[in-house]
């Protein structure tokens, strides 16, 4: 059993900056795939970035180079930093973690970026 606690949602206002959170517990694999999702109102989720244990990164093109995922494996918690944030990034933020074929998931973070 995996289980994934996300923290670091906030109200933020545009052009701002939040750090998100995801620490796991349990069972960890020597091979894996991280990743940051979010699902806005009315949307469909959609992957954000992702890293692997060997430190590969992918971003989806709407947050190259304003988001970056990282890890910290003593902790067991992958991190989120978004810059330069906007209204549209505001959604709930789940991450996952892919291993042996099974993904788990956390419940989510919501971050509001408004005025």
Not at 16 to 43: D, E, K, T
Request: include cysteine; charge should be positive.
């Amino acid at each position: 059993q995996v289980q994934l606690v996300e923290s670091g949602g906030d109200l933020v206002q545009p052009g701002g900056s939040l750090r998100l959170s995801c620490v796991v517990s349990g069972s960890i694999f020597p091979f894996y795939v991280m990743g940051w999702h979010r699902q806005a109102p009315g949307n469909q989720r959609e992957s954000v970035a992702a890293i692997s244990s060997r430190d590969t990164t992918t971003y989806a093109d709407a947050v190259k180079g304003r988001f970056t995922i990282s890890r910290d494996q003593a902790k067991n918690t992958v991190y989120l930093q978004m810059n330069n944030l906007k209204v549209e990034d505001t959604a709930v933020y789940s991450c996952s973690i892919l291993q042996r074929g099974i993904t788990s998931w956390g419940r989510g973070t919501q971050v509001t970026v408004s005025s």
